[in-house]
């Protein structure tokens, strides 16, 4: 069993930037990736971006440029920092862990993109 225990978000101007971190404790063993998804209202869950335990990173092209995923400062820890926000931007982030069949979801963080 794995929890992830997420932070940051909030409210933004467009153009603003946000970091979000995410912490996942349990039984974690060997290689895995963590990520985030996001998901906006009326829309269905999608990547932005993971990387994996070893540190590659992997990004959608919403997420190039504009996105940087990174190992954390603690073990297990992945954060997202975001840049030049957009109002598409707005969605609710979840954080993501996987292993081979096993997979574990955040509760979400909220990221609204508004002037």
């Known amino acids: 069993q794995v929890q992830l225990v997420e932070s940051g978000g909030g409210l933004v101007q467009p153009g603003g930037s946000l970091r979000l971190s995410c912490a996942a404790s349990g039984t974690i063993v060997g290689f895995y990736s963590m990520g985030w998804y996001r998901q906006a209202p009326g829309k269905q869950r999608e990547l932005v971006a993971t990387?994996?335990?070893?540190?590659?990173?992997n990004y959608t092209d919403s997420a190039k440029g504009r996105f940087t995923i990174s190992r954390g400062n603690a073990e297990n820890a992945v954060g997202l920092q975001m840049n030049n926000l957009k109002p598409d931007d707005t969605a609710v982030y979840y954080c993501?862990?996987?292993?081979?069949?096993?997979?574990?979801w955040g509760q979400g963080t909220q990221v609204t993109v508004s002037s």
């Open positions: 993501n862990w996987r292993q081979y069949s096993s997979e574990y």
């Open positions: 990387i994996t335990s070893r540190g590659f990173p």
